[in-house]
């Protein structure tokens, strides 16, 4: 019987990992948001639904989970609070019916006053990363998210 030797795992190639890198930097960017807006009860998840509604003023679910790039396990969780708080308007709810959502007043006055402290986060941001930097950046991620589907 031959003794095999466990090699030990050698964890240094994670610092090129581009999955862990990615949800790290995503984490870090979605806990300064979460701290910089806080005070409006939002999270970074929600906030492009309502966006998303406020551009359109009613989309059936499938439609906001395509736009979005959310699975639809995802857009429910989302979802379900933005409801709860009045937010939005979810109707024909059940099995086969085609659920429509709608942006609710309330949801509209929440947003307005949301985005001007998103546009004040949002320009710490690039002016940390620099604004032609970050249009490299996004451009650059954009290119290979597309090239990956």
């Given at each position: 019987?031959?003794?095999i030797?466990?090699?030990?795992?050698?964890l240094?190639?994670?610092e090129?990992?581009?999955?862990?890198?990615l949800?790290?930097?995503?984490r870090?960017?979605?806990?300064?948001?979460?701290?910089e807006?806080?005070?409006?009860?939002?999270?970074p998840?929600?906030?492009p639904?309502?966006?998303l509604?406020?551009?359109?003023?009613e989309?059936?679910?499938?439609?906001?989970?395509?736009?979005?790039?959310?699975?639809?396990?995802?857009?429910?969780?989302?979802?379900?609070?933005?409801e709860?708080?009045?937010l939005i308007?979810a109707?024909?709810?059940?099995r086969g019916?085609k659920?429509?959502?709608?942006?609710?007043?309330?949801?509209r006055?929440v947003?307005?006053?949301f985005l001007?402290?998103?546009?004040l986060?949002?320009?710490?941001?690039?002016?940390t990363?620099g604004?032609?930097r970050w249009?490299?950046?996004?451009?650059?991620?954009?290119r290979?998210a597309l090239?990956?589907?």
């Open positions: 019987m031959h003794t030797m466990a090699k030990e795992l050698d240094s190639a994670m090129n990992c581009v999955c862990f890198n949800r790290w930097v995503s870090a960017f979605s806990q300064f948001f979460v701290s807006l806080n005070q409006h009860g939002l999270l998840t929600q906030t639904i309502l966006g509604l406020a551009a359109k003023p989309a059936s679910m499938a439609e906001v989970s395509d736009w979005l790039g959310m699975d639809r396990t995802t857009l429910v969780r989302n979802l379900r609070p933005l709860r708080d009045g308007k109707t024909g709810k059940g019916n659920v429509s959502l709608a942006l609710t007043p309330r949801g006055a947003l307005q006053k001007p402290d998103w546009q986060a949002q320009q710490k941001v690039i002016k990363l604004k032609e249009a490299e950046i996004l451009r650059d991620l954009e290979a090239a990956l589907t």
